[in-house]
T-cell receptor, first 114, second 115 residues
Framework: DVKVTQSSRYLVKRTGEKVFLECVQD?????MFWYRQDPGLGLRLIYF???????EKGDIPEGYSVSREKKERFSLILESASTNQTSMYLC?????????????FGQGTRLTVV | AQKITQTQPGMFVQEKEAVTLDCTYD???????LFWYKQPSSGEMIFLIY??????QNATEGRYSLNFQKARKSANLVISASQLGDSAMYFC??????????????FGAGTRLTV
């Protein structure tokens, strides 16, 4: 059974804290993604990675960074958390090179910044 | 710029009836893929159906079918014989086919379906 696992289901952090969201996949996928989901806005791509140590900005990278030191793990970092980063964060992975391969999603992390 | 547009924030349908969820997209690529996902209240993202830009037939998966109109850049999801378990958020997504395909997928704002 394919699996994308996010380290936390719920997180509460204080403004200004450095926050790490971790994601691990066991499918040997090259591609990994971080999205944030907000009501009325759908899923917006923050960053994605198509290989170890490779990363590309998505549509809303400001305030975020990522790290991919191992193929199975993709971390999202909020350098200094702010209240407008309160959201649901979804990690996903997919194999590289094919248009028709679905992305597999983790269960999501609901982050609240207070 | 928003590449995927879902204009229906919410839809209602009676049990056993069919419903169409709209999706339009914008791309200059000739090769691309379109996806629909379902997100029930539990939050998981469930892949439903895929349509490739070069596919000549509309995709079907059980009660789900995709009404693909390439010239109009629309890829509407049709759910037949709606069931209570179909109540969920539905997202349309697109992957563009630049070479090599990078894999990044863009999503629409979603439609909340209530049966």
């Amino acid at each position: 059974d394919v699996k994308v696992t996010q380290s936390s289901r719920y997180l509460v952090k204080r403004t200004g804290e450095k926050v790490f969201l971790e994601c691990v996949q066991d499918m040997d996928h090259e591609n990994m993604f971080w999205y944030r989901q907000d009501p009325g806005l759908g899923l917006r791509l923050i960053y994605f990675s198509y290989d170890v140590k490779m990363k590309e900005k998505g549509d809303i990278p400001e305030g975020y960074s990522v790290s991919r030191e191992k193929k199975e793990r993709f971390s999202l970092i909020l350098e200094s958390a702010s209240t407008n980063q309160t959201s649901m964060y979804l990690c996903a992975s997919s194999p590289r090179g094919w248009l028709n391969t679905e992305a597999f999603f983790g269960q999501g992390t609901r982050l609240t910044v207070v | 710029a928003q590449k995927i547009t879902q204009t229906q924030p919410g839809m209602f349908v009676q049990e056993k009836e069919a419903v169409t969820l709209d999706c339009t997209y914008d791309t200059s690529d000739q090769s691309y893929g379109l996806f629909w996902y379902k997100q029930p209240s539990s939050g998981e993202m469930i892949f439903l159906i895929y349509q490739g830009s070069y596919d000549e037939q509309n995709a079907t998966e059980g009660r789900y079918s995709l009404n693909f109109q390439k010239a109009r850049k629309s890829a509407n999801l049709v759910i037949s014989a709606s069931q209570l378990g179909d109540s969920a958020m539905y997202f349309c997504a697109m992957r563009e086919g630049r070479a090599p395909p990078r894999g990044d997928m863009r999503f629409g704002a979603g439609t909340r379906l209530t049966v």
